[in-house]
């Protein structure tokens, strides 16, 4: 069982940073690869980020590459994702998900997920 709690969303004017935070229990943190999806009202849940057990290989969609960084802290049980130049169309909840094994782009190989935080970023 691996219990995320994500933090860190809010109310944002485009091209500001904002950074959020996912806090996990449960489960060897470490053995996690970790990702963040995303959705908007209307639209399916999609892939934003994804970094591997260590840190070594991190993966981004294609629409926020350059602008969006992972990172994981392992002695803390916490991935961030540090969002920069944010623009209107990144307005989406935003999930934190934990998978037992190397995960690619996919939903379904994540086995966790968090609540969700807001993101609103408003032009």
């Known amino acids: 069982q691996v219990h995320l709690v994500e933090s860190g969303g809010g109310v944002v004017q485009a091209g500001v940073s904002l950074r959020l935070s996912c806090a996990a229990s449960?489960?060897?943190?470490?053995?996690?690869?970790m990702g963040w999806f995303r959705q908007a009202p209307g639209k399916e849940r999609e892939f934003v980020t994804t970094?591997?057990?260590?840190?070594?290989?991190?993966d981004y969609a294609d629409s926020v590459k350059g602008r969006f960084t992972i990172t994981r802290d392992n002695a803390k049980n916490t991935v961030y994702l540090q969002m920069s130049s944010l623009k209107p169309e990144d307005t989406a909840v935003y999930y934190c998900?934990?998978?037992?094994?190397?995960?690619?782009?996919?939903?379904?190989?994540?086995?966790?997920w968090g609540q969700g935080t807001q993101v609103t970023v408003s032009s």
């Open positions: 998900a934990a998978a037992p094994s190397t995960a690619t782009m996919r939903a379904g190989d994540y086995d966790y």
């Open positions: 449960g489960r060897t943190f470490s053995t996690s690869t």
């Open positions: 970094i591997s057990r260590i840190g070594g290989r991190t």
